[in-house]
T-cell receptor, first 112, second 115 residues
Framework: QKEVEQNSGPLSVPEGAIASLNCTYSDRVSQSFFWYRQYSGKSPELIMSIYSNGDKEDGRFTAQLNKASQYVSLLIRDSQPSDSATYLCAVERNFGNEKLTFGTGTRLTIIP | SAVISQKPSRDICQRGTSLTIQCQVDSQVTMMFWYRQQPGQSLTLIATANQGSEATYESGFVIDKFPISRPNLTFSTLTVSNMSPEDSSIYLC????????????FGPGTRLTVL
């Protein structure tokens, strides 16, 4: 079992709809969770971090964490064509350890 | 967030040669990391660059192939030694511990092609 798993996609979502990206992780003691967005040919940029169970909202983005189910998700509301990118889920075992394990990424396409 | 630069941004190299990639941050950071991203793949951690001590390498990566320096809290280098076409990849540095956070920020990357 991979340490961090994501559906590779591609995931196609109509413009204006909600895009839902999912990630599961195997290390039960993981403390910190991150979502990065990577445009083709560019380096990853941080979108959200989440540390506690529940939802965390930032603009059109909502991260959801369920440690009991070892599941983290990212919702993108009112999807825009500029949201088309690969989204990487990353997990940190210990806060401050800062060694991240990345999933394989989900390629998202927003259809105008 | 931290401002990170990498040099070179891209290079084409011959088999058997070595390339040193530089990573510069605009402020002092505790942690610096080097990743590889092969075409169509996710990021794989090569090593953690520790200031004042030897780098810590992940399984499958060795110091002879990927020597790393970290002379101070704002700079690090990664050398890809004795290159083969399989080393063609994007190499990314990242920094953590910026202003007390555990968030990792990435440099723009170095696209390496080995012929």
């Amino acid at each position: 079992q991979k340490e961090v798993e994501q559906n590779s996609g591609p995931l196609s979502v109509p413009e204006g709809a909600i895009a839902s990206l999912n990630c599961t992780y195997s290390d039960r003691v993981s403390q910190s969770f991150f979502w990065y967005r990577q445009y083709s040919g560019k380096s990853p940029e941080l979108i959200m971090s989440i540390y506690s169970n529940g939802d965390k909202e930032d603009g059109r983005f909502t991260a959801q964490l369920n440690k009991a189910s070892q599941y983290v998700s990212l919702l993108i509301r009112d999807s825009q064509p500029s949201d088309s990118a690969t989204y990487l889920c990353a997990v940190e075992r210990n806060f401050g350890n800062e060694k991240l394990t990345f999933g394989t990424g989900t390629r998202l396409t927003i259809i105008p | 967030s931290a401002v990170i630069s990498q040099k070179p941004s891209r290079d084409i190299c011959q088999r058997g040669t070595s390339l040193t990639i530089q990573c510069q941050v605009d402020s002092q950071v505790t942690m610096m990391f080097w990743y590889r991203q092969q075409p169509g793949q996710s990021l794989t951690l090569i090593a953690t660059a520790n200031q004042g001590s030897e780098a810590t390498y992940e399984s499958g990566f060795v110091i002879d192939k990927f020597p790393i320096s970290r002379p101070n809290l704002t700079f690090s280098t990664l050398t890809v030694s004795n290159m083969s076409p399989e080393d063609s990849s994007i190499y990314l540095c990242s920094v953590g511990g910026h202003r007390g956070t555990d968030t990792q920020y990435f440099g723009p990357g170095t696209r390496l092609t080995v012929l």
